[in-house]
């Protein structure tokens, strides 16, 4: 789920990036960059919430099938927690 959570943020920054404009990415600064964004953090912190709902359901689920949910929840889980906030507290992502 975490690496989903990295993958997720790491695909909305390209996103955002190409829309800016920019052709290229320099590799080492690009994942520096993406482990200082808030959003990151923000799915970390509530990724929590989100592995507890999993545990709870897969109780038949083998190995394959749980760790392919736990990526997929992984990379939308900022979306997912923004939902989660109150109208006033949402962040406003681009993408």
Same mark, same amino acid.
């Given at each position: !789920? %975490? $690496?989903?959570?990295? $993958? /997720?943020?790491?695909?909305?920054?390209?996103i955002q !990036?190409?829309? +800016?404009? #920019?052709?290229e #990415?320099? *590799?080492? /600064?690009f994942?520096?960059?993406? %482990?200082? +964004?808030?959003d990151l953090?923000?799915s $970390?912190? =509530?990724s929590?919430? %989100?592995?507890?709902?999993? %545990?709870?359901s897969?109780?038949d689920?083998? $190995?394959?099938?749980?760790?392919?949910f736990?990526? +997929?929840?992984?990379?939308?889980?900022?979306i997912l *927690?923004?939902?989660?906030?109150?109208a =006033?507290?949402?962040?406003?992502?681009? #993408?």
């Amino acid at each position: !789920m %975490l $690496l989903g959570i990295f $993958l /997720g943020i790491a695909c909305r920054r390209l996103i955002q !990036m190409k829309n +800016q404009g #920019v052709a290229e #990415v320099e *590799i080492r /600064g690009f994942f520096r960059g993406t %482990l200082k +964004q808030i959003d990151l953090w923000i799915s $970390l912190l =509530g990724s929590p919430l %989100l592995y507890g709902s999993i %545990l709870k359901s897969s109780v038949d689920l083998s $190995l394959w099938p749980f760790l392919f949910f736990a990526l +997929q929840s992984g990379f939308s889980a900022y979306i997912l *927690i923004n939902a989660l906030l109150p109208a =006033g507290n949402r962040n406003s992502a681009p #993408v």
